[in-house]
């Protein structure tokens, strides 16, 4: 099956046994209809990829992209959560955070997905020197997320890839097309030091 639906809310999630393999994972948060994913999936037949999207119009689609190739999964499950509790620690190679929902309006700032405890749970998940990838066309939570990373001192500011390493995901095309300028980061597990 290429939609996950994991035996149970609190015990993580295996990929060997989900993938049927073990290989590096590549985890998209928020994938949307899986276009990005899909198309880095079939990039890279020996790795894994994990899409988690909470829309289920979209998980659809992006389900029926992962059925043509056997390296592509889709769970639908709000990110946080699945960040928190439904992925192992130390098992993710990279997080592609391509996009999330900016909520501009102060007064739903509250809602952005990226929070000093989400940095924490993502560099719990992510292996020795994994990487999270952001991309963002809202300048104002690009500098949010910019300031809470370097508060945190987990990542290490890393030169982000460029446009040509990675496919284009739906949503940088809708807004490169329309010239935004695109904000990009590029974070690299660290130990702290204690
Ligand atoms: C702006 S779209 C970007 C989609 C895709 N990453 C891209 O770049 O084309 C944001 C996506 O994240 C999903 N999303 C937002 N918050 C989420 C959450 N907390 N958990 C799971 N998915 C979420 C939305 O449903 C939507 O599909």
């Keep these: 099956m290429v939609e996950l639906i994991p035996e ?17 994972l590549h985890v998209d948060l928020g ?8 198309a880095l999936a079939t990039r890279m037949p020996e790795k894994n990829f994990l899409g988690v999207e909470r829309i289920a119009g ?3 689609k992006a389900c029926c992209k992962a059925d043509k190739i056997d390296n592509m999964r889709v769970l639908r499950f709000e990110t946080g959560y699945a960040v928190k509790y439904l992925l192992p620690e130390r098992s993710v190679e990279i997080f ?24 924490r749970t993502i560099w719990m998940a992510l292996k020795e020197n994994g990487i999270l ?23 290490a500011f890393m030169q982000p890839s460029g446009e ?9 095309k809708k807004f490169a097309s329309t010239g935004a300028r695109i904000y990009r980061l590029e974070l690299r597990k660290v130990s702290p030091v204690m």
Excluded: M, N
């Design 96 to 119: 592609h955070l391509l996009f999330p929902d900016p909520w501009p309006k102060r007064r739903h700032h509250r809602r952005r997905i990226v929070t000093a405890g989400f940095l």
């Design 31 to 38: 994938c949307g209809d899986g276009a990005f994913l899909f």
């Design 164 to 172: 040509d390493d990675f496919p284009a995901s739906a949503f940088e």
């Design 58 to 60: 979209r998980v659809e």
């Design 8 to 24: 149970s809310c609190t015990a993580r999630l295996d990929p060997q046994k989900i993938f049927g393999r073990a290989a590096p």
């Design 133 to 155: 990838r952001i991309a963002t066309d809202h300048l104002g939570y690009f500098t949010r997320i910019s300031r809470l990373a370097e508060e945190s001192s987990l990542f």
